[in-house]
């Protein structure tokens, strides 16, 4: 069974950084698309940043120029830097993966979510 792991999230002061990791075990044949998703209170998740396996990136609008997405291929493991931090960004992350487990199948796989609470 794969598993993600995550870590870093916390309580952070306004403009202040965090670095959330997430690392991805178990029986994987590859690793397509990764992706960093966050669940405010009362609202839908929504997708903050994307990065495929070759390195391509992608970020929703509200963090443009604030998060970077990056992966380490060789350790399975992506992480998502959170740098001037604002309050509307507290929410609970959840990494997404891709990830092929034979040469045929493949489906995506969920971490169990990490609170990011940005307040004073």
């Known amino acids: 069974q794969v598993q993600l792991v995550e870590s870093g999230g916390g309580l952070v002061q306004p403009g202040g950084s965090l670095r959330l990791s997430c690392a991805a075990s178990g029986s994987i044949f590859s690793i397509n698309d990764m992706g960093w998703y966050r669940q405010a209170p009362g609202k839908q998740r929504e997708l903050v940043a994307r990065i495929t396996s070759g390195g391509s990136t992608n970020y929703v609008d509200s963090v443009k120029g604030r998060f970077t997405i990056s992966r380490d291929n060789a350790k399975n493991t992506m992480y998502l830097q959170l740098n001037s931090l604002k309050p509307e960004d507290t929410a609970v992350y959840y990494c997404?993966?891709?990830?092929?487990?034979?040469?045929?199948?493949?489906?995506?796989?969920w971490g169990q979510g990490t609170q990011v609470t940005v307040a004073s």
């Open positions: 997404n993966a891709n990830i092929r487990t034979s040469r045929l199948v493949y489906a995506d796989y």
